[in-house]
């Protein structure tokens, strides 16, 4: 992967801190539907997309709740 490059795909541990929130915290959102992800093997890995949709999704909820 060259630098400036976009991964596709990443561990709970990763997504956790491109969100800056627990692991665990993670996981409760993956099991409650709030952040999508994918089963490869035994393996969780969360893409890209669904890190930036969830996080569109709370700053909508945020300027909403404002309002």
């Given at each position: 992967m060259t630098t400036g490059q976009l991964r596709l795909l990443y561990?709970?541990?990763e997504a956790a801190g491109l969100l800056a929130i627990s692991r665990t915290r993670v996981y409760?959102?993956?099991a409650r539907g709030e952040l999508a992800s994918l089963k490869i093997g035994p393996s969780r890995r969360i893409t890209r997309e669904a890190i930036d949709d969830f996080i569109?999704?709370?700053a909508?909820?945020?300027q909403t709740a404002g309002h």
């Open positions: 561990r709970p541990e409760e959102l993956i569109a999704r709370m909508q909820n945020t």
